[in-house]
C-alpha cells in the first residue's frame, strides 16, 4: 500500500517538475535534511543551498524548488522522465549502469560519517557487539532504513541479502529516528550531522544514543556527495553546471574536498 501511494505521489511530482532549458532554469529537489538543508521555511536555507545558488548563478540557470523525500527523489531518477536535479546524493556505479543516474564528476557537499542510534532500554542488547556485521548478522534485532537510498556497497549488500531483518519504508531520516524512539525498530543509521541536529529538535530523541564511537561502522564510502541529476536534463544544461563547478574549483574524488564557494 505504502509503495503504491509513493509511485501515485512521485507521479504528481511529475506532473508538477517543470522542463528546462539551459538558458532557463533548472527544478532541484529539495527535503528537510538539518543542518545542511533547513526546508521548513518559504524558501530552502543551509550551506547545500547556499552552494546550490552558486553553482546555478554561475551557470546561468535559474532554480525552481521542488518539494520531495529521498525515496521520493530515488524513484524519479530511476524512471528518468523528466528532467531536474539533486541536492547531492552519493554516487555507485550501480545507481549509473542499473539506473540510468547522472553524477557530474566534482564533490559537491562532504559529510562527517554515519551514526548507529539505538534507544537506551536496550543498550544491554548491543553490549556485546564489536561492528555492525554482527548486529547485522543477529536475527533477533530489527533495523530500520530508508527505502530507494544506498547505504554504500557493504551495507546494502547485507540489506539485499536480508530483507527480512530490515524495514525499508521509511521516506526520511526524520522517521527512521521516530521509529526507533517509539520502539518500532531496534536500530538505525543516520548521518553524524543529522543525529547531531535531530537530538536538539525533539525531547524523545534524549532517550536514544548513539553507538558508532563503540561499534565499528562499515569503511564509510558516504562521505562525499555528488551532483546527481535525471537522465532527461539535456546534455547542454548538464555542461552548463559542469562548467560552473570546474570554474568555482569544486573537487572530483581524486583531488580531494574543496572548500564552500
Known amino acids: 500500500m505504502f509503495r503504491y501511494f509513493l509511485l ?21 529537489t529539495v527535503y528537510d535534511f538539518p543542518p545542511d538543508i533547513i526546508n521548513t521555511h518559504t524558501e530552502p ?5 547556499l552552494k546550490m545558488h552558486t553553482i546555478m ?18 524513484i524519479m531518477l530511476n524512471d ?3 528532467p531536474f536535479c539533486t541536492t547531492g546524493r552519493y554516487f555507485s556505479q550501480k ?10 564528476p566534482y564533490i559537491l557537499h562532504s559529510l562527517s560519517g554515519d551514526s548507529l542510534v539505538i534507544h537506551n532500554k536496550n543498550y544491554m542488547k548491543f553490549n556485546k557487539f564489536k561492528n555492525i556485521r554482527e548486529i547485522f548478522e543477529d536475527p533477533s534485532l530489527s ?16 540489506l539485499t541479502r536480508y530483507p527480512e531483518r530490515f524495514n525499508r519504508s521509511a521516506i526520511s531520516a526524520e522517521q527512521v529516528i521516530a ?20 537530538k536538539k529538535k525533539n525531547a524523545l530523541y534524549k532517550a536514544l544514543k548513539n553507538l558508532s564511537p563503540d561499534i565499528e561502522l562499515f569503511s564509510n564510502d558516504r562521505t562525499h556527495l555528488r551532483l546527481a ?9 548538464l555542461a552548463h553546471i559542469e562548467r560552473a563547478m570546474k570554474h568555482l574549483k569544486f573537487k572530483t574524488p581524486q583531488e580531494g574536498v574543496q572548500a564552500t564557494p
Request: glycine share 8%; hydrophobic share 40%; charged share 20%.
Open 8 to 28: 501515485y505521489f512521485v507521479g504528481f511530482l511529475n506532473s508538477y517538475l517543470p522542463c528546462v532549458k539551459a538558458e532557463d532554469a533548472i527544478a532541484i
Open 45 to 49: 536555507e543551509g550551506p547545500l543551498i
Open 57 to 74: 548563478r554561475q551557470a546561468g540557470l535559474t532554480i525552481r524548488w521542488v518539494t520531495s523525500s529521498l525515496s521520493e527523489e530515488s
Open 80 to 82: 528518468g522522465t523528466r
Open 95 to 104: 545507481r549509473v549502469e542499473d539506473n540510468g543516474w547522472v553524477f557530474l
Open 143 to 158: 533495523g530500520v532504513f530508508i527505502a530507494d537510498v544506498s547505504y554504500g556497497a557493504e551495507m546494502d549488500d547485507y
Open 179 to 198: 521509529m526507533v524512539a517509539n520502539g518500532r525498530a531496534d536500530y538505525t543509521i543516520v548521518t553524524y550531522q543529522y543525529w547531531q541536529e535531530a
Open 229 to 237: 541529476c535525471s537522465r532527461a536534463v539535456p546534455q547542454e544544461t
